[in-house]
Nanobody, 120 residues
Framework: QVQLVESGGGLVQAGGSLRISCAASGSIFAIDVMGWDRQAPGKQRELVATITADGRTNYADSVKGRFTISRDNAKNTVYLQMNSLKPEDTAAYYC??????????????WGQGTQVTVSS
């Protein structure tokens, strides 16, 4: 009914930049909060950043000043611009969104994940 599809992951050297995207599609009436989580091997999933429909943002302390979350409401898309990347940013990044489908109530959805690998 609702799908989130990430794109843009890859391999980058430490200090480099990468932008990942996530597009929501399907029978969507409205989208509330969108965001990104990440999970490194052997570690718990952690919140990276969130953005509300009116543009208010929230970041994990570990990425403040380096990552920027943004969204294009017309395209139902959220972006994560990652600068000054560090090897510890290596993880699978998962998009998430609180979506109201056309014929049901708000619910949370996740993408399949995109791998970001930062080499030292």
């Amino acid at each position: 009914q609702v799908q989130l599809v990430e794109s843009g992951g890859g391999l980058v050297q430490a200090g480099g930049s990468l932008r990942i995207s996530c597009a929501a599609s399907g029978s969507i009436f409205a989208i509330d909060v969108m965001g990104w989580d990440r999970q490194a091997p052997g570690k718990q999933r952690e919140l990276v950043a969130t953005i509300t429909a009116d543009g208010r943002t929230n970041y994990a302390d570990s990425v403040k000043g380096r990552f920027t979350i943004s969204r294009d409401n017309a395209k139902n898309t959220v972006y994560l611009q990652m600068n000054s990347l560090k090897p510890e940013d290596t993880a699978a990044y998962y998009c998430n969104a609180v979506v109201r489908p056309r014929y049901s109530d708000y619910d949370s959805y996740w993408g399949q994940g995109t791998q970001v690998t930062v080499s030292s």
